[in-house]
T-cell receptor
Framework: DAGVIQSPRHEVTEMGQEVTLRCKPI?????LFWYRQTMMRGLELLIY????????DSGMPEDRFSAKMPNASFSTLKIQPSEPRDSAVYFC???????????????FGEGSWLTVV | GNSVTQMEGPVTLSEEAFLTINCTYT??????LFWYVQYPGEGLQLLLK?????DKGSNKGFEATYRKETTSFHLEKGSVQVSDSAVYFC????????????FGGGTRLMVKP
């Protein structure tokens, strides 16, 4: 089965440019997460969607960041304008969240490695 | 709120040594507990999980037991290999937080031949 698919795997861009990261969750999953990983801050949850609706975006650093999920099989994370401090690995993850219990496993993509120069 | 604390790394061991990575959590009720592993240049992969007290999760020679009385989920392996070198993350999920994962800071394991 295909896992969570992210693109691009690697991106180098200049400061001020727009960056769009893409994610295809596992088919049938109803929850989608965007995480950011840096050496300094570790893993940070940016935003969480359930049934395509943003549930918690409190981790989105600032207005330069936006995320959308137009349908169950696609999500984007956009940074505009990008800054060097946005350099990080951005992970998309998905899960099948059931209404009872808390043992849902979250599956991660391979990550998008972003460098802003 | 919910939180996870794990031992800071790096942990450096020789091949075939015994591994323990400590993990403790703070949460009300009965969260589910997870260990994820991240190999260099890759995303996080689920290693094992336990969903109720006294459950033992196991995979690839790794084990962890859900201890409610000590709020712990320590990761162990009897004999590590060089290929186990990676970063290990302890995490919990709870239905009081939308079943989102709360991660510990990660522990880097380096196994030398």
């Amino acid at each position: 089965d295909a896992g969570v698919i992210q693109s691009p795997r690697h991106e180098v861009t200049e400061m001020g440019q727009e960056v769009t990261l893409r994610c295809k969750p596992i088919s049938g999953h109803n929850s989608l997460f965007w995480y950011r990983q840096t050496m300094m801050r570790g893993l940070e949850l940016l935003i969480y969607f359930n049934n395509n609706v943003p549930i918690d975006d409190s981790g989105m650093p600032e207005d330069r960041f936006s995320a959308k999920m137009p349908n169950a099989s696609f999500s984007t994370l956009k940074i505009q304008p990008s800054e060097p401090r946005d350099s990080a690995v951005y992970f998309c993850a998905s899960s099948l969240t059931r209404t009872t219990g808390s043992g849902n496993t979250i599956y991660f993509g391979e990550g998008s490695w972003l460098t802003v120069v | 709120g919910n939180s996870v604390t794990q031992m800071e790394g790096p942990v450096t061991l020789s091949e075939e040594a015994f591994l323990t990575i400590n993990c403790t959590y703070t949460a009300t009720g009965y969260p589910s507990l997870f260990w994820y592993v991240q190999y260099p240049g890759e995303g996080l992969q689920l290693l094992l999980k336990a969903t109720k007290a006294d459950d033992k999760g196991s995979n690839k020679g790794f084990e962890a037991t859900y201890r409610k009385e000590t709020t712990s989920f320590h990761l162990e392996k009897g004999s590590v290999q060089v290929s186990d070198s990676a970063v290990y993350f302890c995490a919990l999920s709870h239905n009081n937080a939308g079943n989102m994962l709360t991660f510990g800071g990660g522990t880097r394991l380096m196994v030398k031949p």
